[in-house]
């Protein structure tokens, strides 16, 4: 056993070295800027008397005792610092049954840790261990292989055990708390996961869904336009790129793969829809709906009608805002299926998202555009083409065979619907611009601004997005609409709105058009089914 008296004047060091300022500054470089320390109050003091009394064998005695529980561990692990300590940290605590525990357990730790064997030395009445629910206290308790963690991967666990809490028969340690086995996540490259949840590991070459003791796992590839990336500290097969179709004025189309052309059936056709590709790829269908504007020649995007079997929306012309949801009259935004499919109002806009990345913008009259993410290559179908990259191939049937003219192809995309006057090509003669009115309206004062080569609001814009199609399209509308300003304006707006989303920055067109802000956003219906 220690010597009390020693413990009155000191708590435990090392021999050889004296007072804290002695042991700290040879330690202190002989260059150090900080100034020398001043004269440190002395060490607490513990008085002899009770020195003597917390040395006994009841108290810290018991490290020492070579009859006790303990006895086996003194030639591995000396208890004479551990019996210091205790007997100076009781004395200044009071002694406190949790400072002598805490003291007894550190040396039963450290004697464990170097392969001791010791002797139960716990009771209900001393130092008795409270553990959590499901578990019980052991004295070489195993805390490694009774885990979550041991049941996805072999254990590495340590030759030693150490007392604590294990967890009862049917339970095992999460990491938290112990639970029922059939409770357990999965432990994979040393992150868990709970239950059920589905990661992708190995740079997405694996999908892995933790089941209850086990994790099965299977081979899985991104999609062909798609790249492994790390997220939250797991794969995720994040798209390469996105493309967008979009319809505008009489209808002029701009596909997926960039191919331009004009069709003007009246009828509601399929504008985009998934059409095969791999099972993993949501489901969906666009489709519009056009109309004759006084001209029966030519017709505009009246009607969009986005398919997910979750949400019809038909908002009134006087009310572009206020659309019926299922019949009834409600205002945006709207959400459906928990979230999966939201509509929601932008500028001048009614903006429908999914969670699958697909993003459909209808401005109430005029334009409509589709977006939609890479995972989607070569999956779609359509009048706005199958998202290969490749515009050559976008007038394609439904089976897949290339069609000769636009009408016969555009008319191949409809779907069934109420209107049994609705036609695929224009009755009669097909309108034409007389060359007069088209050197008239292709000037500055209509759609010259959108003539490529042109300088003006749009010409930062023009290397970008190209204004071909959008100047040929405004003077025929324009051409066809007797030079009208409700005409011109959207036509014009229709370039700015693909500038913008390209990032382009653009001048102030509408001064020069005299078009007043609103004219471009008009007031018809949407649906959305």
């Known amino acids: 056993m220690g010597k009390p008296e020693d413990i009155s004047r000191k708590p435990h060091r090392p021999a050889g070295r004296g007072p804290p300022r002695a042991f700290g500054d040879p330690c202190r470089p002989p260059a150090a800027p900080c100034p020398a320390p001043r004269d440190c109050p002395s060490p607490p003091q513990c008085r002899p008397e009770l020195a003597e009394t917390y040395g006994q064998e009841r108290f810290c005695g018991f490290l020492t005792s070579p009859q006790g529980p303990l006895a086996a561990c003194h030639a591995l692990v000396s208890p004479s610092g551990y019996f210091d300590d205790c007997v100076f940290d009781l004395c200044l605590g009071g002694g406190n049954q949790d400072i002598l525990c805490n003291s007894i357990h550190a040396y039963v730790a450290a004697c464990q ?29 195993d805390t490694c292989s009774l885990g979550c963690s041991a049941l996805s991967a072999p254990p590495n666990c340590p030759g030693t055990c150490s007392e604590g809490c294990q967890c009862d028969v049917g339970f095992v340690s999460d990491g938290r708390a112990c639970i029922p086995l059939q409770d357990c996540g999965c432990y994979v490259d040393g992150r868990y996961y709970e239950p059920n949840q589905p990661v992708l590991l190995h740079n997405c070459s694996q999908e892995c869904t933790c089941r209850p003791g086990q994790d099965p796992c299977q081979a899985v590839t991104c999609l062909e336009q798609e790249t492994c990336q790390v997220q939250n500290g797991q794969g995720v097969c994040v798209p390469n790129y996105q493309a967008t179709c979009w319809l505008w004025g009489d209808p ?112 109430w009259n005029w334009r409509v555009e589709v977006t939609l993410p890479s995972s989607y290559h070569g999956a779609v179908c359509g009048l706005c083409g199958n998202m290969d990259k490749d515009p050559t191939n976008d007038m394609a049937f439904p089976n897949g065979t290339l069609a000769s003219s636009i009408p016969s192809w555009g008319g191949s995309w409809r779907v069934p619907e109420w209107d049994p006057f609705c036609w695929d090509e224009c009755h009669g003669n097909c309108p034409t611009c007389e060359e007069d009115k088209k050197e ?86 949407m649906s959305l089914l």
Do not use: M
């Not at 001791?116 to 553990?131: H, I």
């Not at 069709?263 to 998934?274: K, N, P």
């Not at 749009?458 to 997005?465: E, L, N, T, V």
């Open 113 to 141: 840790a170097a392969g001791g064997t010791v002797q139960p030395w716990r009771s209900d009445k001393f130092c008795p261990l409270e553990c959590p629910p499901n578990s019980h206290y052991e004295l070489c308790a």
């Open 440 to 525: 008239q309206y292709g000037g500055p004062d209509f759609c010259g601004p959108l003539a490529p080569g042109a300088g003006g609001p749009f010409s930062a814009c023009h290397a970008h997005i190209k204004p071909d199609p959008f100047f040929t399209g405004c003077v025929l509308d324009v051409c066809l609409g007797g030079g009208s300003q409700d005409i011109l304006c959207p036509a014009l707006a229709s370039y700015a709105a693909a500038c913008q989303a390209a990032g382009i920055a653009i001048g102030d067109w509408r001064t020069q058009a005299k078009c007043r802000e609103g004219i471009g956003v008009g007031g018809h219906s």
């Open 252 to 363: 002029h189309y701009h596909s997926f793969d960039g191919r331009d052309f004009d069709f003007q059936g009246t009828c509601s056709y399929v504008l985009a829809a998934l059409c095969g590709g791999p099972s993993s790829l949501p489901a969906f269908t666009v489709t519009t709906k056009n109309e004759n504007r006084g001209n029966p020649s030519v017709s505009y995007v009246r009607i969009v009608t986005e398919a997910l079997g979750h949400l019809s929306l038909t908002p009134p012309p006087a009310v572009p805002f206020a659309p019926q949801v299922n019949g009834v009259l409600t205002t945006l935004p709207v959400s459906e299926a928990g979230g999966r499919l939201v509509v929601s109002q932008g500028p001048g806009l009614a903006v429908l998202e999914t969670d699958f990345g697909l993003r459909v913008t209808y401005d």
